[in-house]
């Protein structure tokens, strides 16, 4: 499945205009903060609204300005992980799973079918023994999975991230890189991973795309960037860092 992301929003003090695309692969959006790597999360997921451009998603148009198209967020299909997780505190880690699925958390005529599918979500992400307790009786690199579990138990079309590693210390940071790889192998769907951390960009990205200024201005295979860099505004964002191979293939999957 293919992404094409052609916005315009004019905000106070800042303009975001990007074009780019990606096809079935992890795309990291890299760059410094305040570079509109979020400000593109949000459109994509229809929690902004861009004043011109469009957004589409294996062919379904999502959002296009001059038709009037304007998809809100949950029939987009995009699973969203925030920067703080925005877990709910009142909630086991089962009902915050629970509640990627349809909003809202509880019973209803789907409600054996929907604990079928939390289980599995569970299981597959080592939470098992963990769905009773709450956000706050568990670690930071569990809330993390939590988080994602609930992002995808609904198979959403594309997963969107923004720097939900960047709290952790770099042990689990690369531990949680590991399993984003997994998922996206696992689930076989476009991610888009928003950082301003070049060395797990490298790692992690089949595709990197570098944002300065509110407009993507390089995208490719993290070597190819890095290697060759569009222009000197570029270089300085990635020159001076000597970064490792990615963990990912140009599709996006492992190296094996």
Same mark, same amino acid.
């Given at each position: 499945?293919?992404?094409?992301?052609?916005?315009?929003?004019?905000?106070?003090?800042?303009?975001?205009?990007?074009?780019?695309?990606?096809?079935?692969?992890?795309?990291?959006?890299?760059?410094?903060?305040?570079?509109?790597?979020?400000?593109?999360?949000?459109?994509?997921? =229809?929690?902004?609204? $861009? +004043? #011109?451009? !469009?957004?589409?998603?294996?062919? *379904? @148009?999502? /959002?296009?300005?001059?038709?009037?198209?304007?998809?809100p967020p949950q029939k987009r299909r995009?699973?969203?992980?925030?920067?703080?997780?925005?877990?709910?505190?009142?909630?086991?880690?089962?009902?915050?799973?629970?509640?990627?699925?349809?909003?809202?958390?509880?019973?209803?005529?789907?409600?054996?079918?929907?604990?079928?599918?939390?289980?599995?979500?569970?299981?597959?992400?080592?939470?098992?023994?963990? =769905?009773?307790?709450? $956000? +706050? #009786?568990? !670690?930071?690199?569990?809330?993390? *999975? @939590?988080? /994602?579990?609930?992002?995808?138990?609904?198979?959403?079309?594309?997963?969107?991230?923004?720097?939900?590693?960047?709290?952790?210390?770099?042990?689990?940071?690369?531990?949680?890189?590991?399993?984003?790889?997994?998922?996206?192998?696992?689930?076989?769907?476009?991610?888009?991973?928003?950082?301003?951390?070049?060395?797990?960009?490298c790692e992690l990205a089949g595709r990197?795309?570098?944002?300065?200024?509110?407009?993507?201005?390089?995208?490719?295979?993290?070597?190819?960037?890095?290697?060759?860099?569009?222009?000197?505004?570029?270089?300085?964002?990635?020159?001076?860092?000597?970064?490792?191979?990615?963990?990912?293939?140009?599709?996006?999957?492992?190296?094996?």
């Amino acid at each position: 499945m293919s992404l094409s992301v052609n916005i315009k929003k004019r905000l106070k003090g800042f303009s975001l205009d990007v074009s780019w695309s990606m096809g079935n692969e992890l795309a990291v959006l890299f760059g410094r903060s305040g570079a509109g790597k979020s400000l593109t999360l949000k459109s994509m997921a =229809g929690l902004m609204r $861009p +004043d #011109e451009g !469009s957004i589409v998603s294996g062919g *379904r @148009v999502l /959002l296009d300005i001059p038709s009037g198209v304007d998809l809100p967020p949950q029939k987009r299909r995009f699973g969203y992980v925030f920067q703080d997780l925005a877990l709910f505190p009142h909630m086991t880690v089962r009902g915050n799973i629970e509640y990627g699925l349809n909003g809202k958390a509880g019973g209803g005529p789907g409600k054996d079918r929907a604990a079928e599918k939390v289980k599995g979500m569970l299981d597959a992400f080592g939470l098992g023994k963990l =769905g009773d307790k709450n $956000p +706050d #009786e568990i !670690s930071g690199g569990q809330r993390q *999975r @939590v988080a /994602l579990a609930r992002a995808l138990v609904g198979r959403p079309q594309a997963l969107l991230l923004d720097e939900p590693f960047s709290a952790l210390d770099a042990p689990l940071r690369a531990e949680m890189g590991r399993l984003l790889v997994e998922i996206r192998r696992e689930f076989d769907i476009p991610v888009v991973l928003v950082t301003h951390d070049l060395q797990e960009a490298c790692e992690l990205a089949g595709r990197l795309i570098v944002y300065q200024g509110g407009k993507a201005v390089q995208s490719g295979p993290p070597e190819e960037v890095v290697s060759r860099p569009a222009s000197q505004d570029v270089a300085s964002l990635l020159m001076p860092r000597q970064v490792r191979p990615p963990l990912t293939d140009t599709h996006g999957g492992k190296r094996k």
